[in-house]
């Protein structure tokens, strides 16, 4: 079992009631990859910073893949599940309560955030995905995602993220009952700033502060 004393990770509280981002890095990336971004998302909010567990070549992942673009579906499902696992221990074993969690992933880290959107909605209801695709081929969706919402940043000329792989998981999403905010802009991969302060205001009218007594 990934409980919060097993799997590496950083935790930071923030202000109180504020939401907790959990920060999803991209391939070859570790857990401090994405504080930067955190404070310029949401500044005061907390932070819940997992590594990814799948190596590959030494680097961090979050699954397994057969080649660039092509995912270990099986893997995606089984560690999309341990994620979300460990994100419902960490949330009783740090005692975030009910404050919102939001999920903010980068490229491999988008598509495992994409795949807990998909199979685990519970986990994150709220989900920000840079340069992230369809990360389930194959498989049929019937989770019910009506309350949830996710962002997407993508590039149009972004050979690791196809856009039409983009669209497509928005519109998987969507048919499920998902808000879906489709961000598109010229570009490959990456996090552009615009992208960033886009994604700041989502995560405003997306969240709500809570008590967290
Ligand atoms: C990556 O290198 O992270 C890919 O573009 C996306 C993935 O493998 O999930």
Redesign the pocket.
């Known amino acids: 079992m990934t409980t919060p004393q097993t799997w590496p990770h950083l935790f930071e509280a923030g202000t109180a009631g504020s939401p907790v981002l959990l920060l999803l890095h991209?391939?070859g990336g570790d857990e401090h990859d994405l504080l930067p971004l955190a404070d310029r998302l949401a500044p005061g909010a907390g932070y819940l910073a997992p590594r990814g567990p799948v190596q590959e070549h030494g680097m961090n992942?979050?699954?397994r893949?057969f080649g660039?673009?092509v995912?270990d579906v099986d893997d995606v499902v089984r560690r999309a599940a341990e994620l979300a696992g460990f994100v419902e221990r960490a949330r009783s074993h740090y005692g975030f309560g009910d404050r919102q969690l939001v999920a903010v992933g980068f490229?491999?880290g988008a598509?495992?955030a994409l795949a807990m959107a998909l199979l685990h909605p519970q986990a994150a209801p709220r989900t920000i995905a840079f340069?992230g695709?369809y990360?389930l081929e194959g498989r049929t969706i019937d989770a019910d995602l009506s309350g949830t919402a996710v962002a997407l940043f993508n590039g149009t000329s972004d050979a690791?993220?196809p856009i039409d792989s983009a669209i497509r998981v928005g519109s998987i999403l969507e048919s499920r009952g998902a808000e879906v905010d489709r961000n598109v802009r010229e570009g490959g991969?990456g996090i552009h700033p615009t992208e960033v302060a886009g994604a700041a205001a989502w995560i405003t009218s997306h969240t709500k502060k809570v008590r967290d007594d």
Request: proline share 5%; charged share 15%; glycine share 10%.
């Open positions: 991209g391939t992942r979050w699954f893949r660039e673009g995912f490229s491999n598509n495992i340069s695709m990360p690791m993220a991969h």
